[in-house]
């Protein structure tokens, strides 16, 4: 039994449970203050296809830095911390207690969740968040792409929020969901490869688990997710940065046919550079920091 701050006491599991949300906050603070910079360049970069405008990442950086100085890497920084820390709190929270439901009911005769239970929770937690992550992404993709004065028509994450719903309600905040529950299918790989990786480290090397969970969720994100998901990705922040015309939105195969029409096969790799890059720093802080706070926590493993 643990106790709780009022006295009274809660059964291993439910605190174990509460645990994982506590720890994917952790972790969403860890990924958007050491990722925040290189999505800025790949949102950047993914949506200005067409204009000219960067030649490329570094070109995307000195230029940033020319006229907006280092503020302008972190433009949109507030919703992705907000939201970083809830997105990363359902995902992670919701990836921990989708695992031991299932080692709980699905594969009871195992000691350990099998690959198969860990991939599966992956995807169920993806698509959980993707319902936080829409509205979120959307208002630090439409702040991001914000680039001199003559663009400046949000001032935060909250006017964008409240512009967006009144020129669209709820429809226009979660324009990107379908694009986005596209995109976190893709965390098969990503929690697939983890397991490998954690478990190749374990047999294979003398590491402690603060270091294995580090270069395994800094792997897993940059060689099983970003490489598979990132055309995906490019998609998902055109949708949520262009509209139609006549303020209609793109569906998500109406925009990867524009991208396709437009770029080519490249076109679905515009940023990639940054995004990789950003991806492992990122994602290896965040799981080191989230796999820390439940063993110091002492939750029941999943």
């Keep these: 039994m643990s106790a709780t701050a009022s006295g009274k006491f809660i059964d291993d599991e439910t605190y174990s449970r509460i645990m994982g949300f506590v720890a994917g906050m952790f972790s969403g603070v860890a990924k958007n203050t050491v990722g925040h ?23 995307c950086v000195y230029k940033t830095l020319k006229h907006q100085g280092p503020r302008g890497l972190y433009l949109g920084f507030t ?4 939201g970083w820390i809830a997105m990363d709190a359902a995902l992670l929270g919701s990836l921990h207690n989708y695992r031991m439901l299932l080692h709980k ?6 000691e350990k969740l099998p690959l198969s239970g860990c991939v599966i929770s992956g995807v169920m937690s993806g698509w959980t968040v993707s319902f936080i992550a829409a509205p979120v992404e959307l208002a630090k993709a439409k702040l991001q ?16 929020i409240r512009k967006v719903w009144a020129e669209a309600g709820i429809r226009g ?16 790989f990503w929690w697939g490869s983890y397991e490998l990786i954690t478990q190749w480290f374990k047999k294979h090397t003398n590491m402690r688990d603060p270091a294995i ?11 099983g997710f970003w490489t598979t998901a990132y055309p995906s990705d490019v998609i998902k922040q055109v949708v949520l940065c262009n509209d139609k015309c006549d303020g209609s939105f793109r569906s998500w195969r109406e925009t990867a046919t524009q991208i396709y029409r437009e770029r080519g096969i490249k076109g679905f790799f515009r940023g990639f550079v ?5 991806s492992f720093p990122a994602n290896a802080a965040a799981l080191a920091a989230f796999e820390f706070v439940l063993r110091t926590s002492g939750a029941k493993p999943s």
């Design 105 to 110: 009911y699905m594969y009871p005769e195992y």
């Design 145 to 160: 792409v914000q680039y001199g004065p003559q663009t400046t028509k949000y001032k935060g994450p909250i006017d964008v």
């Design 213 to 223: 969970n580090f270069w395994a969720g800094g792997l897993s994100a940059s060689f």
């Design 173 to 188: 905040l979660y324009k990107g969901l379908v694009s986005t529950l596209i995109f976190r299918s893709n965390f098969v």
């Design 37 to 59: 910079p290189f999505d800025t360049v790949k949102v950047r970069l993914q949506t200005s296809q067409g204009t000219g405008m960067f030649n490329g990442p570094l070109d």
């Design 79 to 82: 919703p992705p911390l907000v």
């Design 274 to 278: 940054p995004s990789f890059l950003r």
